[in-house]
């Protein structure tokens, strides 16, 4: 909806309320016409029911209003006597229409100095727990939202299995687009996966004032721009539903380019404006290297670089069904050879000896004389001074002759590692159109920008009107990974608009780590960490711990000393 269509929609709401209150505020002592003027009227209605003025506020508040409507509409009822469960019932399934029916057909008797205060033990918890929902879905939406990392397009930076803090404060809150969705969650339900929201109606993008522009080299959770596909790295455009812009899925990367920039990648490297970007000492970018080593590569001698982004070959002779399910966990793929064994597959933390001696298969890990790892340059360059290592040779993806559709913009020989030079879009920034470029701009100027684009190969219409230039509405930005060959990004899906920015990361308060066992799993060392600044992270957990028995400790004394007193 437009913000003109909210404003027609406003006042039929006031409207709605006017004929269906207006007796009741007369009952109660006050002018009909007050009922009648848009905002006073509520806040006549909040003296009425005994209730906070400032509690209007909330009704103009998204997604907070849908709690706060149902709870004046039961208020409403109770000022004027009708306290019973059929009423509080009628009250809320008819959407406060029930009132309507109060106002013209019921002997109106407005009960000015009825008791505020819960009646029972379970009117006291449902008034908490309400309480409690709008304050948390306050801080969730306009302040600090917690966040989950699932993939490892940040590994080194960001693990998989960090609980992070969003700042919703730092870029500006944006006011949610989706007015019509369950309070702190994203876009299901839990537990049923059916929708959290509804798609209509929309409230026009605005974002609260910030307290810094986004940067280059900061982390960003922002909406994914192109959900939803069929499924992650899907080239084939199947797509399996649409979302508001709010409820697309959160991703998290590290902005490489910011409006107005010119930005190149050279060779893997990042450049803007012709120089290479320099990232900070936190981030630890990770490329596809082939490690060859005559002998065998073996597994030891990787997992002294710190990857976690390798496979391992083991041959196995199971001699039973026993045998075989208590290795399967650790599996990712196996074939039969002729002698009957298995060659298997797994990730980098290999089959635990725990359980090769706990089964007693046979397990016989293979070094074999080339290995394809995921390294940072100086995992490589310690790899290269191993004398076990005859060479390290890292991946670049060169143009070639051919069209790689699965890179951005879909109709160019640009690849993961050789990409552009492009120019970030900025806000009222116009860009001269034509056949060869307008693929950079087609999602903007269509999904993005919300026009209409006709193109017969030779005259560009947007709007149904012949254009050769178009001026950007809104600043854009270039989202990539660390995790340079493993990460769905900018290079994949192009430039993330500035509407679907969330927040910015800044701190680690649980880390998770599936791999370990017992309290290793926990990694101690990354709680309650910063996720940016400079230097290498450092864990204030203790501190934290310090702060907590000092304050237990202090509330015990103060209390001893108060009961003393007594």
């Given at each position: 909806?437009?913000?003109?269509?909210?404003?027609?929609?406003?006042?039929?709401?006031?409207i709605?309320?006017?004929l269906?209150?207006?007796?009741?505020?007369?009952?109660?002592?006050?002018?009909?016409?007050e009922?009648?003027?848009?905002v006073?009227?509520?806040i006549v209605?909040?003296?009425?029911?005994?209730?906070?003025?400032?509690?209007?506020v909330?009704?103009?508040?998204p997604i907070i209003?849908?709690?706060m409507?149902?709870?004046?509409?039961?208020e409403?009822?109770?000022?004027?006597?009708?306290r019973?469960s059929l009423d509080t019932?009628?009250?809320?399934?008819?959407l406060?229409?029930?009132?309507y029916y109060?106002?013209?057909?019921?002997?109106?008797?407005?009960?000015?100095?009825?008791?505020?205060?819960?009646?029972?033990?379970?009117a006291?918890t449902?008034?908490?727990?309400?309480f409690?929902?709008?304050?948390?879905?306050?801080?969730?939406?306009?302040?600090?939202?917690?966040y989950?990392?699932?993939?490892?397009?940040?590994?080194?930076?960001?693990?998989v299995?960090?609980?992070?803090?969003?700042?919703?404060m730092?870029?500006?809150a944006?006011?949610?687009?989706t007015?019509?969705?369950?309070?702190?969650?994203?876009?299901?339900?839990?537990?049923?996966?059916s929708?959290s929201?509804?798609?209509?109606p929309?409230?026009?993008?605005f974002?609260l004032?910030?307290?810094?522009?986004?940067a280059?080299?900061?982390?960003?959770?922002f909406?994914?721009?192109?959900?939803?596909?069929?499924?992650?790295?899907?080239?084939?455009?199947?797509?399996?539903?649409?979302?508001?812009i709010?409820?697309k899925?959160?991703?998290?990367?590290?902005?490489q380019?910011?409006?107005?920039d010119?930005?190149?990648?050279?060779d893997?490297?990042?450049?803007?404006d012709?120089?290479?970007?320099?990232l900070?000492?936190?981030?630890?970018?990770?490329y596809?290297h082939?490690?060859y080593?005559?002998k065998?590569?073996?597994?030891?001698?990787l997992l002294?670089?710190?990857?976690?982004?390798f496979n391992r070959i083991y041959?196995l002779k199971?001699?039973?069904e026993e045998?075989?399910?208590a290795v399967?966990p650790?599996i990712?793929?196996?074939?039969?050879?002729q002698?009957?064994?298995f060659?298997?597959?797994?990730?980098?933390?290999?089959?635990?000896?725990?359980?090769?001696e706990?089964?007693?298969?046979?397990?016989?890990?293979?070094y074999?004389?080339?290995?394809?790892?995921?390294?940072?340059?100086?995992?490589?360059e310690d790899?290269?001074k191993n004398?076990s290592?005859?060479?390290?040779?890292?991946f670049?993806?060169?143009?070639?002759a051919?069209?790689?559709?699965?890179i951005?913009?879909?109709?160019?020989?640009?690849t993961?590692?050789?990409?552009?030079?492009?120019?970030?879009?900025?806000t009222?920034?116009?860009?001269?159109?034509?056949?060869?470029?307008?693929?950079?701009?087609?999602r903007?100027?269509v999904?993005y920008?919300?026009n209409t684009?006709?193109n017969?190969?030779q005259?560009i219409k947007?709007n149904?009107?012949?254009a050769?230039?178009y001026?950007?509405?809104?600043n854009?930005?270039?989202?990539?990974?660390?995790n340079?060959?493993?990460?769905e990004?900018?290079?994949?899906?192009?430039?993330v608009?500035?509407?679907?920015?969330v927040?910015?990361?800044v701190?680690?308060?649980m880390?998770?780590d599936?791999?370990?066992?017992g309290?290793?799993?926990?990694?101690?060392e990354?709680?309650?960490?910063?996720?940016?600044?400079?230097?290498?992270?450092?864990?204030?957990?203790?501190f934290?711990?310090i702060?907590?028995?000092?304050?237990?400790?202090?509330e015990y004394?103060?209390k001893?000393?108060?009961?003393?007193?007594?």
């Amino acid at each position: 909806m437009t913000a003109y269509q909210w404003f027609v929609f406003f006042l039929l709401v006031q409207i709605i309320h006017f004929l269906g209150t207006w007796k009741i505020y007369e009952a109660a002592g006050r002018k009909r016409w007050e009922a009648a003027i848009p905002v006073y009227n509520a806040i006549v209605l909040m003296k009425i029911i005994g209730r906070p003025t400032w509690w209007t506020v909330l009704f103009f508040i998204p997604i907070i209003n849908l709690i706060m409507f149902p709870v004046i509409w039961v208020e409403t009822l109770r000022s004027f006597g009708k306290r019973s469960s059929l009423d509080t019932f009628l009250g809320i399934i008819t959407l406060g229409f029930y009132i309507y029916y109060i106002n013209y057909t019921q002997q109106l008797n407005y009960v000015s100095d009825r008791s505020l205060n819960p009646e029972n033990k379970a009117a006291d918890t449902v008034s908490s727990l309400l309480f409690a929902v709008i304050v948390a879905t306050f801080v969730h939406t306009y302040f600090i939202q917690p966040y989950t990392i699932p993939t490892s397009s940040l590994e080194k930076s960001l693990l998989v299995g960090d609980f992070l803090f969003v700042s919703k404060m730092n870029y500006g809150a944006r006011v949610p687009m989706t007015s019509v969705a369950l309070p702190m969650v994203h876009d299901s339900i839990p537990l049923t996966k059916s929708k959290s929201y509804l798609n209509w109606p929309q409230i026009p993008y605005f974002r609260l004032p910030s307290f810094q522009k986004i940067a280059k080299n900061d982390i960003v959770v922002f909406n994914w721009p192109v959900d939803t596909v069929y499924r992650f790295f899907d080239k084939s455009g199947r797509k399996a539903v649409t979302k508001p812009i709010d409820k697309k899925s959160n991703y998290v990367k590290r902005c490489q380019g910011t409006p107005g920039d010119i930005l190149e990648i050279k060779d893997g490297f990042v450049y803007i404006d012709g120089k290479q970007l320099v990232l900070p000492e936190r981030a630890k970018p990770q490329y596809q290297h082939t490690v060859y080593a005559a002998k065998g590569v073996s597994s030891e001698v990787l997992l002294t670089t710190g990857s976690t982004e390798f496979n391992r070959i083991y041959i196995l002779k199971p001699n039973s069904e026993e045998q075989i399910n208590a290795v399967q966990p650790y599996i990712l793929n196996a074939s039969q050879n002729q002698d009957k064994s298995f060659t298997v597959m797994t990730g980098f933390t290999g089959i635990p000896l725990k359980v090769i001696e706990s089964s007693g298969i046979y397990a016989q890990e293979v070094y074999e004389a080339k290995n394809d790892v995921n390294l940072t340059l100086k995992g490589a360059e310690d790899l290269r001074k191993n004398a076990s290592i005859d060479s390290v040779v890292r991946f670049i993806a060169k143009k070639t002759a051919a069209f790689d559709k699965g890179i951005f913009p879909h109709n160019t020989n640009w690849t993961v590692d050789n990409f552009g030079p492009i120019t970030i879009p900025s806000t009222g920034k116009t860009v001269q159109l034509n056949q060869q470029n307008l693929p950079l701009y087609k999602r903007i100027i269509v999904n993005y920008e919300g026009n209409t684009l006709e193109n017969n190969g030779q005259t560009i219409k947007i709007n149904s009107e012949i254009a050769n230039s178009y001026t950007f509405k809104q600043n854009y930005y270039w989202m990539m990974g660390d995790n340079r060959h493993r990460s769905e990004d900018s290079r994949y899906w192009g430039f993330v608009p500035e509407d679907h920015i969330v927040g910015k990361p800044v701190f680690i308060w649980m880390s998770w780590d599936t791999n370990g066992k017992g309290l290793g799993k926990i990694r101690w060392e990354r709680l309650f960490t910063t996720v940016g600044g400079d230097g290498q992270p450092q864990s204030y957990f203790q501190f934290f711990l310090i702060a907590l028995v000092a304050f237990f400790v202090g509330e015990y004394f103060w209390k001893k000393r108060k009961a003393n007193k007594v």
